[in-house]
């Protein structure tokens, strides 16, 4: 059983260009959340997905950031023409809604610097 | 609203110590979910332990155990005979609902754990 993987790894990225970052969750859960780690924070909630649908969304997440999971398996987090305040570790996670219990999974991270 | 609170922001300790990490939560949810989780060096977040609202038993798992008390709004972690491998960045992290039906985790701003040897 794969865990949750996230590609790249790391990005650096010119201020205004625009970056996407792939998170592929475990096979067979159906929830997939992206969170937003910065330096010396805990991670803070972005978006979540249930299958495709994309059913949550926190204020963090501006207008300049767009997330997909066209299919309801991998997921895309797009952030247009990026700022040096976009900088920070991008998470996914993913988890199952069998039972009661709803433990998120989360993969290595894409690390983002914007020059 | 939600939140959780790790006061200690650096602990560093012998090798073999014992070290406890604290948690202080707010919320106003009758049924939540607690967690721990490790940032190693490399950055993936490792889950350790989830604890609901309604089981304050305490639980130990080798050299860690969590002492949860609803009284106090705590959920601190324990390692016992610490090792220059649990050094990491440790999370506490409370499930808070949100109105599509799933939750979302509110965490602290995490311990970095430094083991000496």
């Known amino acids: 059983d794969t865990g949750v993987s996230q590609n790249p790894r790391h990005k650096i990225t010119k201020r205004g260009q625009n970056v996407t970052f792939r998170c592929d969750p475990i096979?067979?859960?159906?929830?997939l959340y992206w969170y937003r780690q910065t330096l010396g924070q805990g991670p803070e909630f972005l978006t979540y997905f249930q299958n495709e649908a994309q059913l949550e969304k926190s204020r963090l997440l501006s207008d300049r950031f767009s997330a997909e999971r066209p299919k309801g398996s991998f997921s895309t987090l797009e952030i247009q023409r990026t700022e040096q305040g976009d900088s920070a570790m991008y998470l996914c996670?993913?988890?199952?809604?069998?039972?009661?219990?709803?433990?998120?999974?989360f993969g290595p991270g894409t690390r983002l610097t914007v020059l | 609203a939600q939140k959780v609170t790790q006061a200690q922001t650096e602990i560093s300790v012998v090798e073999k110590e014992d070290v406890t990490l604290d948690c202080v939560y707010e919320t106003r949810d009758t049924t939540y979910y607690l967690f721990w989780y490790k940032q190693p060096p490399s950055g993936e977040l490792v889950f350790l332990i989830r604890?609901?609202?309604?089981?304050?038993q305490n639980e130990i798992s080798g050299r860690y155990s969590w002492n949860f008390q609803k009284s106090t709004s705590s959920f601190n972690f324990t390692i016992t005979a610490s090792q220059v491998v649990d050094s990491a960045v440790y999370f506490c992290a409370l499930s808070a609902p949100t109105t599509s039906g799933t939750y979302k985790y509110i965490f602290g701003t995490g311990t970095r754990l430094k083991v000496l040897a």
């Open positions: 604890r609901n609202s309604f089981d304050e």
């Open positions: 096979s067979e859960h159906n929830r």
């Open positions: 996670a993913s988890s199952s809604n069998e039972g009661a219990t709803d433990t998120q999974y």
